[in-house]
């Protein structure tokens, strides 16, 4: 079974400029979710998504973050314009279902470097 | 609001030797799940344990087992038997039982087995 798929797995970018991860889940799964790893940190989560529609954002910074999941599987996040304390890297993960029972599996990530 | 704690930021051990991994959470929860996850060096995060808040029997997976004190919040990880591939970053992660699937994470502990 193939795992969770992440692209790029290493972006470098300069303030204010804008950039795009793509995240494709394990299939069959109906959850997906984008967790931002600051270094020395542990994960936080960003956003779940449930299919193609939002369950929780309430952590994702609006006025500079956006993440879609059109037709419910391939996501993308979004920054636009990044600063520097993005600089992070930024996981994907899904599970068959939503609750808390069910096992999240993770992406390789995508380390971003803002400069 | 849940957090997670974890004292530790580096260990190492001795292969073959054994090695405890502590981690304290706050809650006033009482259905609620707790995780052991490990992301190995430039390689994804997975799942080594998890454990129900209802059940009294601590969870073991074979050479990983916890200890789990729910009265005093505490959620302990031991390695027997340590292996060279044990390390790793390990992160103590706790979800709410009525949660969508919000992980929250504590810092992680950097584990280096020594040959």
């Known amino acids: 079974e193939a795992g969770v798929a992440q692209s790029p797995r290493y972006k470098i970018i300069e303030k204010r400029q804008s950039v795009a991860f793509w995240c494709n889940p394990i299939?069959?799964?109906?959850?997906l979710y984008w967790y931002q790893q600051i270094l020395g940190q542990g994960p936080k989560l960003l956003i779940q998504?449930?299919?193609?529609?939002?369950?929780?954002d309430s952590q994702l910074p609006k006025d500079r973050f956006s993440a879609e999941r059109l037709k419910g599987v391939d996501s993308t996040l979004k920054i636009q314009p990044a600063k520097l304390e993005d600089s992070a890297v930024y996981l994907c993960?899904?599970?068959f279902g939503g609750g808390s029972t069910d096992t999240q599996y993770f992406g390789p990530g995508t380390r971003l470097t803002v400069l | 609001a849940q957090t997670v704690t974890q004292s530790q930021p580096e260990m190492s051990v001795q292969e073959a030797e054994t090695v405890t991994l502590s981690c304290t959470y706050d809650?006033?929860?009482?259905?609620?799940?707790l995780f052991w996850y490990k992301q190995p060096p430039s390689r994804q995060m997975i799942l080594v344990i998890r454990?129900?808040?209802?059940?009294?029997q601590n969870a073991t997976e074979n050479r990983f087992s916890v200890n789990f004190q729910k009265a005093a919040k505490s959620f302990s990880l031991k390695i027997s038997d340590s292996q060279l591939g044990d390390t790793a970053m390990y992160f103590c992660?706790?979800?709410?039982?009525?949660?969508?699937?919000?992980?929250?994470f504590g810092k992680g502990t950097k584990l280096s087995v020594k040959p």
């Open positions: 998504f449930q299919n193609n529609g939002v369950v929780d």
């Open positions: 299939s069959g799964h109906a959850t």
């Open positions: 993960a899904s599970s």
């Open positions: 809650t006033s929860e009482s259905n609620y799940y």
């Open positions: 992660a706790f979800i709410s039982g009525g949660s969508q699937g919000n992980l929250i």
């Open positions: 454990q129900e808040a209802y059940k009294q």
